[in-house]
Structure formats: C-alpha cells, structure tokens
C-alpha cells in the first residue's frame, strides 16, 4: 500500500474543514458589509466599496505550508508539525474602496467592531503601507454564534456543541485599483500554477512600478474630483 | 526601491539559476544553494564570500537564514538531486 505522505493527511484535514471555513467567509462577509452600511448608503456616482469573501484553495493552503519551510520542503520525519490551522489567511475578506479615503473610512469603522483583530499591514518595497490587513479566529456555530471577550486578541464564537475549532481568518482593505490588481496578479498567474508562487520576490521591483502607477492614477483623479468640486461650490 | 540586481549580478555570473519552486539560487555544479531569505537579508559582502566558500563536501551545501532540522536537510538535498 502507497505510504501516506503529509499532503494525503493535509488534504484530509481540508477536507474536513471546507464547509466550516464557507460558513466563516459568509459569516465575516455579511458582518462586514452590514458594518459598511453607513459608507455605502453615501457613495458618490464615481465612488465604489465591493466586499469579497474567499476560502483558500486547497492547493494553495498546501502550498502555503510546504514554502513556509527551507526549500519549500516538507518535513518527512515530523507530520505532525503540519496543520493548515496554522494559516492565518485560510479565510480571507477583502475590502476594495475608490478614492483610497474611503478606504481609510472603512478601516476606522471597522476597527470599531474588530478593535481585537491583530493589525498586520500590507507594505510594498519601500515600506509605504499598501493596505490594511487584520487577522483574528472565528470559532463557528451551527445554531448561532455567541461573542466571547476571551482574553486572546481576536473574536471568538463558542459553538453550541462541545467540538470548538477556531478558524483563522483575516481582512483587508485595499484601494479598488490595486486590490483588482491583486485579483488578476494572484488569481490569473499563481492559481493557475501554485508553483510559480516563488516567483513573487523576483518580480518585487516591476510590481512596485505598477503600485506606483496605480497611486499615481488614484492621487490625479482626487485631485481632479477635489478641483471639480470646489469650482462647483463657488 | 532596495535593488535586488546587483546581489543577483554576484548569483548569475557565478552560475547561479533562481528555482522559484524552490525560491532558491542553485548552482548544480558546485553542489550550493542560498535560499532567497539568505539572498534578500544578507549584504553583497556576505553573499559574495559565500559563494567563495569552497564545499569541500561532495554533499550539498544549503545556505538558509534559519536553522534547517535534519529531515527538511535531508528533503531539500533529495528533490535537488
């Protein structure tokens, strides 16, 4: 019989988990959206908030853990030192807003609600965040969820059986420009192929030359809007 | 913008091909391999002795930030056999 390897075991796990972690996404998704609706009741014409919840794929989550190590190896001798609940991004939100100060709105209001989630913002190259990014668990309910002021930094949900799993999950707030960027960067090239993941750093220096463009293009259209709007106010 | 060039010039004209599956710099010939960490946190200076450094070994030579275990040594030499 073939020997099982850590990602037969992996797989298993993920298996295991996926209905679980759809609930979550849904879950944080409907949670963030209804927090937004103070923003998104007064958007102007030109002014866009999208919510996007995503599970990782199961490749990507293996993969994940696999490039985590030297090498991008797995340990053959400990797999038991392997569990994709250690991924903090296995469930992921994604706030995208259009001009960038709506997305510095929607962090402030969100932080509101999430003021325990652990802050880990996104930087390009020279240090300049790109985005907001917070990571906190979910433990789920099948009956309803029940908030905890545990003493770990996150929210948690006690399930109403005796089984309690927390889920890792995290959520970012990008502007709409690079946040599509992302889209088409993560899901056209790595999904397709985990495998090209690895060529993320050596790209470094061209994907920070479209962030700049990105910016470049979203600085102009504010100011063009902020001109536009006072001349309209005289 | 921190350039990544000239550490990868010191790399590609000593023979060393980036394995992004492995998102390593690898040299075949010289049995050595850097991990990108080693490569994006180490000055010129370092990366430059050693690729200097003589393996004396006839096993593979692994350059990494952290401390590899034995089994993930093992692996890493494995899949570059």
Redesign the interface.
Known sequence: MAERTIEDQLREQYVTLLPELTRVAEHLKTQIEYFLLPIARHLKPHESLLVKARVKDCNSAIDKLRRGNPGGVFDRNHPEIYNLLSLRDLVGVRVMAFPSGRAMEVDRLLRLEFGDWIADPIRDGTGKQLAFKYNGQYTQSPMHWIRSLAADLAFKYRRYTESVEDIPCEYQIVSTLIGLFWDIEHAAIYKQAPNLKGLEPVMREQTYAVYLALKAFEDEFERQIQISESSTHD | ?????EK?HLLDSAGYV???????YINRQAKK?F??EYI?DNPESVIASSIQEPNKKQDWL?Y?N?P?????E???KR??Q
């Open positions: 913008m921190p350039r990544q060039s990868t980036y394995n992004f599956e492995r998102m390593m391999a991990s990108y994006d692994i990494t952290l590899m275990s034995e089994g993930t093992q692996e890493i899949v570059l």
